[in-house]
């Protein structure tokens, strides 16, 4: 399983950006779908995740301004961050857990992976 994440860039403080992520290979499904980030000297941590009902979990700093949803049909995860701050500045992994194929086509072993990364610099 294979992820690919776009979006990230320098915005001004108060602006917005949209980051995308899509996983591809095979799988059999996906459970949770979520961006974590890591500022220079600092510990990864969760941004947002959504599970496959469709039911977010933000951080306390997100504190409404980003809004994480998913497409199953297109195994696309999208995190729309709103009002940046020059603390958001960090790379931010999108992170996905789900299931293999097992025997006939059944849920096989799990599996959870990571996406390159992509740089939101927010400037003041």
């Known amino acids: 399983v294979q992820l690919q994440a776009s979006g990230g860039g320098l915005v001004q403080a108060g602006g917005s950006l949209t980051l995308s992520c899509a996983a591809s290979?095979?799988?059999?499904?996906?459970?949770?779908m979520g961006w974590y980030r890591q500022a220079p000297g600092k510990e990864r941590e969760m941004v947002a995740r959504?599970?496959?009902?469709?039911?977010?979990n933000y951080a306390a700093f997100v504190q409404d301004r980003f809004t994480i949803s998913r497409d199953d049909a297109k195994n696309t995860v999208d995190l729309h961050m709103n009002n940046l701050k020059p603390e958001d500045t960090a790379a931010y992994y999108c992170?996905?857990?789900?299931?293999?194929?097992?025997?006939?086509?059944?849920?096989?072993?799990?599996?959870?992976?990571w996406g390159q990364g992509t740089q939101v610099t927010v400037s003041s």
């Open positions: 290979g095979s799988f059999h499904s996906i459970s949770y």
């Open positions: 959504i599970n496959r009902p469709g039911d977010p």
């Open positions: 992170n996905v857990d789900g299931f293999l194929v097992g025997k006939g086509w059944s849920p096989g072993r799990s599996f959870s992976t």
